[in-house]
């Protein structure tokens, strides 16, 4: 029988484990001799499909004794380690002031308002020279709202949008033009790129064939193919937001993602580093998790003696930052123990720097998921609120820390501390999106695209594209494909399907449907500003729908300008929604192939 003790990295992946048992070291120290080794190994991973080859203790006995307060002989050595670990130890300059700080005592603080971080992101809109595009810019930055866009033609980008537009030249359909960094700091996407089709005789410079709608001309696709914009081109742009935007489950920093156990790379950071004697480790263990899988034990031993009372464990500098800005905070899933611990999260690569620090209590024997909003972050520098620190910055995320201690901040004491062992398991730590979720990607599609080959279908009361689908290059085909793509990319989305696009003016009644019967018109004016509405509201995500206007294609459609429409409360429509509903139900029920 095996139990993994680990002072160190805590790697679960691809490592075999040896069949011979490995046991705590005897000496006189808590924690294993060799630091971050197991018998003298250097720990690595282990694949969790490989865990019924090896067989491990379910019963894991503390090597814990009781409490001890009473004057005890500081462990220089483990001191040592426990600096050269985490990247080596503080300047001299800072130590020295650490010791005539303690000495000294804490002088007085003035109260002074925190500073929080600064949610704003930017929102993306693909495709912002197109009819729908220009349109949602202009609604953005009217509501001003921060905006960057997507073009290939600059020059035409900036002659209609403005010089001083904020601006990505990439195309969709070239992978190697969408670098991620170019994407920091946006929250949001609208996306409105397409396939171009135009007349096959030709267009006016401002194509007003077009606007008319393809029922008016012979089209053909101009450009590039329906398969590489809207799948290829899809799939490329899903790829480099995907980082920036968040999806719905959350990113994984500590347990099982895609069937393997992420990794960690922890270390014991107790109050040996101010003369204290408590000791701490990670222990990681393949069936202590919930429902019997795998969990990292953070245990030890605290004592009050020297002076000392906190244990803790703490992450190495990660090598390359951790940006978590599109999400809203940090979710432990635990086993509480009724004890108080604290969550730090630190930005700075420096070993003795402001942690970004919060409280949370557990719950006695019981698996619970915690969430700790990054909003809720307090600078925190030796046990006391830095006032004049920055705010946090979720984008340069470099490490992570628990700790249980007998201490708060500024003075306070943590009211369920005692002395002794603890044992805390926590089979995952992660990023989240706060409730309810909204979307992240709004999507500009076609109603029709599950229409081309369904069964019983009278093509001839359908519009142009769906009876030219395979002239036109399978258009439908592939924008239905492209929606698919969103749908599993775990981005949170809504997909808007207008029927014909108009240049009407906004303002008409609507009809929102799903399942993809519908056509008629709707004007392009009012597509932009449902999705811009869309991004705002939980009742649209994980949406698709398809959308008209009451108003028939013989009667055009004006406005008053001295009597404008109110403007619409697009919720009472996105609140009849359900999710699931896309058009597809009729082709799964039918041998003919999408």
């Not at 220009?134 to 900036?158: C, F, S, T």
């Not at 969709?172 to 135009?198: H, Q």
Request: hydrophobic content about 35%; proline content about 8%.
């Amino acid at each position: 029988m095996e139990v993994l003790y680990f002072q160190g990295p805590s790697s679960l992946v691809n490592t075999k484990c040896s069949k011979k048992s490995v046991r705590p070291p005897t000496l006189p120290s808590l924690l294993p001799k060799p630091f971050l080794q197991l018998n003298d190994r250097s720990v690595s991973g282990w694949s969790l499909r490989k865990t019924r080859s090896v067989c491990y203790s379910s019963s894991l006995s503390t090597i814990y004794k009781g409490p001890v307060s009473e004057k005890q002989g500081w462990d220089l050595g483990r001191f040592i380690k426990t600096l050269y670990f985490f990247n080596g130890p503080p300047s001299p300059a800072k130590f020295f002031e650490f010791i005539i700080e303690k000495l000294s005592g804490p002088g007085p603080e003035l109260a002074k308002p925190e500073k929080r971080m600064d949610p704003t992101g930017i929102v993306l809109v693909a495709g912002a020279t197109g009819g729908v595009g220009r349109r949602v810019v202009d609604i953005l930055r009217k509501k001003g709202q921060p905006v960057r866009i997507l073009v290939r033609n600059e020059e035409k980008a900036r002659k209609m949008l403005g010089l001083d537009i904020d601006m990505i030249v990439g195309d969709i359909t070239k992978e190697s033009t969408l670098l991620p960094e170019y994407f920091k700091g946006i929250r949001k996407i609208i996306n409105a790129t397409s396939v171009i089709v135009g007349p096959k005789e030709g267009d006016t410079p401002d194509r007003a064939k077009y606007s008319q709608g393809i029922k008016f001309f012979e089209p053909e696709i101009k450009g590039d193919l329906p398969e590489m914009v809207e799948y290829v081109g899809m799939r490329n742009l899903l790829n480099a937001v995907k980082g920036s935007v968040g999806v719905r489950n959350g990113k994984v920093l500590f347990g099982i993602e895609d069937g393997m156990f992420k990794e960690l790379p922890w270390g014991a950071l107790d109050d040996v580093v101010m003369g204290g004697v408590s000791e701490s480790m990670l222990l990681m263990d393949p069936t202590s998790g919930e429902d019997g899988g795998p969990a990292g034990l953070f245990k030890g031993n605290v004592s009050t003696a020297n002076n000392g009372g906190f244990t803790s464990i703490r992450t190495k500098n990660f090598p390359v930052a951790e940006d978590l800005s599109a999400y809203d905070g940090v979710e432990l899933r635990l086993r509480g123990d009724g004890r108080r611990y604290k969550l730090i999260v630190r930005t700075s690569r420096d070993w003795d720097t402001v942690g970004y620090t919060i409280s949370f209590d557990t719950i006695g024997g019981k698996w619970q998921s915690i969430r700790l909003p990054f909003a809720s972050l307090r600078p925190i520098f030796r046990a006391r609120t830095v006032f004049d620190a920055p705010p946090f910055d979720p984008s340069s995320v470099v490490s992570l820390q628990l700790m249980f201690s007998k201490f708060e901040y500024d003075g306070k004491l943590n009211p369920t501390f005692v002395e002794g062992a603890f044992q805390l398991p926590i089979s995952c730590i992660r990023a989240y999106l706060k409730e309810p979720i909204i979307p992240r990607f709004v999507h500009v599609g076609s109603a029709g695209v599950t229409r081309p080959e369904r069964p019983g279908l009278d093509l001839t009361r359908q519009p142009p594209a769906v009876r030219l689908n395979k002239e036109l290059g399978f258009i439908l085909t592939y924008k239905l494909k492209g929606e698919d793509l969103i749908r599993e990319s775990g981005i949170p989305y809504t997909i808007v399907r207008p029927c014909a696009l108009t240049e009407e003016p906004a303002g008409a009644d609507l009809i929102f449907d799903q399942g993809d019967n519908i056509t008629g018109k709707i004007s392009r004016e009012e597509v932009a500003r449902i999705c811009v509405a869309a991004l705002d509201s939980p009742y649209a995500c994980d949406k698709t729908f398809e959308v008209k206007s009451v108003v028939p294609f013989s009667e055009p459609f004006k406005i008053d300008p001295e009597n404008p429409p109110p403007e619409k409360d697009y919720d009472v429509y996105f609140k009849e929604l359900k999710e699931g509903i896309t058009g597809k139900e009729f082709l799964e029920k039918s041998p003919v192939p999408v």
